[in-house]
C-alpha cells in the first residue's frame, strides 16, 4: 500500500510540474513518474537518473540524424531500425539496459513524431521528451524522499538487485534483429495508412521485446506473445475502466478535471498493486496503468478531449498487430539454432 500510495503521488506531482514547465505529452510525464518509482530512494534515483540520461542522448541523436534522413523515407526506415535494434541489444546485455532502453525510445519517437507532423521543429520534439522525463523524474525523487524520512522508516524496503554485463551474444543480437525489422516497417506503414502517433507503436515495440535473455530458450517467439498477450489484456482493461471515467467526465462538465485526476490516481493504485502480485500477470499492470495514463491526463484539463487519447492507444495496439507477423516470419523463414545454454543476463526493465 505504501508502494501504491506512492506511485499516486509521484504520478499527480508529475503533472503538475509538467505543466508548470511547458511540457507537451502530458501523459508521458506521469508514465515517467509512475516507472520510475522504486520502494528504496536510491533505486529510484538511479532509474531516474538513467532514464534522463537515455533520453537526452536519445533526443541528441534525434537532433543529429533526423534532419539528415527526414526527407527520404527508406533513410528514415534503415536509422530507425538501426537505432532502435543497437539499443535494445545494448538493452538486454548491458548493467545500464534502462538507460540503453531510453537512447532508441527517445529516437524513434523524435523521429516519427517528426514524419508525421513536418511542419512542427525537430528541436521541439527532443526538447519536450526531456522536459517530459525530467517532470516525472524530478516528482518521483522528492515523493521518494519524503517516504523515506516518514513512511519508509518504518516499512523499509529492500534494494533490487543490480544486473550485470552478458557480453557478445549472438541470440540477442538476432532478438535486436527481429525488433529492427519490425520498426523498418513503420515508416512506410505511416506513408501508406497515414496512422496516427505511430510513436507509440515504436515504443510498444521495443518495450515488448524486452526480455530477460533466459527467457529467450530456443526462440523469442513464445516469451514476447506471452508479454503482447499480457500487454493486450491490460491496455483493455485499462481502457475500459478509462472509459467509464471519461463517460463520467463528459456528463458532469464541472467536475471534469477532478473526476479524470480521480480515475488516474484510482488507476495507478490498481495497475501497481497488479505489479506487486505474485501473479503470472504482473506485467499486465504495467499495462493497465499505460492506458489510464494515456487517457486519462490530457494535455490540458481545461480541454480534455478523447480524440489524442484513443490516437495514442490506436498507436500502441498497431505496434502489437505489427509484431507478432515480424515474428512468426522470422521463426519459420530464419529458425534459430539451438545452443548449449544461456549465460544469466539482466532483468528485463520495461519503460
Known amino acids: 500500500m505504501i508502494d501504491e500510495i506512492e506511485c499516486i503521488c509521484s504520478v499527480l506531482l508529475a503533472i503538475l510540474f509538467a505543466h508548470a514547465i511547458g511540457a507537451a505529452n502530458i501523459s508521458w510525464a506521469a508514465f515517467s513518474g509512475y516507472m520510475v518509482m522504486r520502494g528504496h530512494l536510491t533505486d529510484s534515483l538511479l532509474r531516474g537518473v538513467l532514464r534522463i540520461v537515455g533520453t537526452a542522448?536519445?533526443?541528441a541523436l534525434g537532433l543529429a540524424i533526423v534532419p539528415l534522413v527526414r526527407a527520404s523515407l527508406p533513410a528514415a526506415a534503415i536509422s530507425g531500425a538501426l537505432i532502435g535494434g543497437l539499443t535494445l541489444y545494448g538493452a538486454m546485455t548491458g548493467r545500464r539496459a534502462y538507460a540503453w532502453l531510453f537512447v532508441g525510445l527517445t529516437f524513434e519517437m523524435v523521429l516519427l513524431d517528426t514524419m508525421e507532423h513536418p511542419a512542427h521543429g525537430i528541436a521541439a520534439f527532443a526538447r519536450t521528451r526531456v522536459l517530459e522525463v525530467l517532470a516525472g523524474t524530478v516528482a518521483c525523487v522528492l515523493v521518494s524522499c519524503l517516504s523515506t524520512v516518514t513512511a519508509r522508516?518504518?516499512?523499509?524496503?529492500?534494494?533490487t538487485p543490480s544486473a550485470k554485463f552478458a557480453g557478445w551474444h549472438p541470440h540477442a543480437a538476432r532478438h535486436a534483429m527481429q525488433a529492427a525489422s519490425a520498426l523498418l516497417l513503420l515508416p512506410f506503414l505511416w506513408r501508406a495508412f497515414a496512422i496516427p502517433e505511430l510513436a507509440q507503436s515504436a515504443v510498444t515495440i521495443m518495450a515488448v521485446m524486452l526480455v530477460p535473455l533466459t527467457s529467450l530458450g530456443t526462440s523469442g517467439l513464445a516469451p514476447v506473445s506471452r508479454r503482447l498477450v499480457l500487454?493486450?489484456?491490460?491496455?483493455?482493461?485499462?481502457?475500459?475502466?478509462?472509459?467509464?471515467?471519461?463517460?463520467?467526465?463528459?456528463?458532469?462538465?464541472?467536475?471534469?478535471?477532478?473526476?479524470?485526476?480521480?480515475?488516474?490516481?484510482?488507476?495507478?493504485?490498481?495497475?501497481?498493486?497488479?505489479?506487486?502480485?505474485?501473479?503470472?500477470?504482473?506485467?499486465?499492470?504495467?499495462?493497465?496503468?499505460?492506458?489510464?495514463?494515456?487517457?486519462?491526463?490530457?494535455?490540458?484539463?481545461?480541454?480534455?478531449?478523447?480524440?489524442?487519447?484513443?490516437?495514442r492507444l490506436t498507436g500502441i495496439l498497431v505496434g502489437m498487430a505489427l509484431l507478432e507477423p515480424v515474428l512468426l516470419a522470422w521463426y519459420w523463414v530464419i529458425p534459430r539454432r539451438p545452443t548449449n545454454g544461456t549465460p544469466a543476463a539482466p532483468e528485463s526493465t520495461d519503460l
Not at 522508516?153 to 534494494?159: L, N, Q, T, V, Y
Not at 506487486?276 to 484539463?301: E, H
Open 231 to 311: 500487454r493486450i489484456a491490460g491496455c483493455l482493461a485499462g481502457s475500459a475502466l478509462a472509459a467509464l471515467c471519461l463517460f463520467a467526465a463528459r456528463g458532469a462538465p464541472a467536475m471534469s478535471p477532478a473526476i479524470l485526476i480521480a480515475g488516474s490516481a484510482i488507476g495507478v493504485a490498481i495497475g501497481r498493486h497488479i505489479e506487486n502480485s505474485k501473479s503470472g500477470i504482473v506485467y499486465a499492470g504495467t499495462q493497465f496503468t499505460l492506458a489510464i495514463l494515456v487517457t486519462l491526463v490530457p494535455d490540458s484539463y481545461a480541454d480534455a478531449a478523447i480524440g489524442p487519447a484513443t490516437e
Open 153 to 159: 522508516r518504518r516499512w523499509p524496503a529492500e534494494r
Open 57 to 59: 542522448c536519445g533526443a
